[in-house]
T-cell receptor
Framework: DSGVTQTPKHLITATGQRVTLRCSPRSGDLSVYWYQQSLDQGLQFLIQYYNGEERAKGNILERFSAQQFPDLHSELNLSSLELGDSALYFC???????????FGEGSWLTVV | GNSVTQMEGPVTLSEEAFLTINCTYTATGYPSLFWYVQYPGEGLQLLLKATKADDKGSNKGFEATYRKETTSFHLEKGSVQVSDSAVYFCALSAPGRDDYKLSFGAGTTVTVRA
């Protein structure tokens, strides 16, 4: 158990819908990262937050957004969902920049 | 930019065989290097890491040595078990301009047969 908690574990939704994925980082970790794992794209970095502020942005679509709240939990919002958004979404956290990054078990999103 | 190249799979081995998964990297600065493992139906777990040249990371019988001269971080295990069947990802973190994200290789699927 890495200590990073993600909910929901599985989610099935229809095209055009909006979903929110939630992540609780390890206790004391200030940095939160979101990754997308799909069969054709592999593991893609989406976005990083550090202590509530956006730190780095990767291949995140404009239909996706994220935030980190004062209690350090984070949410990834996915809207206008398309079939191609079906993937495993990982949240990860680290104490601060440059420390080892620990991953949650992921949220499986299926868009039908 | 930063990138990781790891050997393509899938790799199929018999139990007690020797496993090597090659990983090379391109990075600016002084990266930290990692191996993560994903068991079937599970999330990513940190397997081992090395933060500077010539460091050796080890865990669960797996080892990898950070070779700066060859920009490599090959994963090895001397005697694999069926329970080692998983996807293995090489990754690097090369801090720069407030960016500490991990860059991953494509992953290598390893299947160990009894």
């Amino acid at each position: 158990d890495s200590g990073v908690t993600q909910t929901p574990k599985h989610l099935i939704t229809a095209t055009g819908q909006r979903v929110t994925l939630r992540c609780s980082p390890r206790s004391g970790d200030l940095s939160v990262y979101w990754y997308q794992q799909s069969l054709d794209q592999g593991l893609q970095f989406l976005i990083q937050y550090y202590n509530g502020e956006e730190r780095a942005k990767g291949n995140i679509l404009e239909r996706f957004s994220a935030q980190q709240f004062p209690d350090l939990h984070s949410e990834l919002n996915l809207s206008s969902l398309e079939l191609g958004d079906s993937a495993l979404y990982f949240c990860a956290s680290s104490v601060t920049d440059g420390n080892t990054i620990y991953f949650g078990e992921g949220s499986w999103l299926t868009v039908v | 930019g930063n990138s990781v190249t790891q050997m393509e799979g899938p790799v199929t081995l018999s139990e007690e065989a020797f496993l090597t998964i090659n990983c090379t990297y391109t990075a600016t600065g002084y990266p930290s290097l990692f191996w993560y493992v994903q068991y079937p139906g599970e999330g990513l777990q940190l397997l081992l890491k090395a933060t500077k040249a010539d460091d050796k990371g080890s865990n669960k019988g797996f080892e990898a040595t950070y070779r700066k001269e060859t920009t490599s971080f090959h994963l090895e295990k001397g005697s694999v078990q069926v329970s080692d069947s998983a996807v293995y990802f090489c990754a690097l973190s090369a801090p720069g301009r407030d960016d500490y994200k991990l860059s991953f290789g494509a992953g290598t699927t390893v299947t160990v047969r009894a």
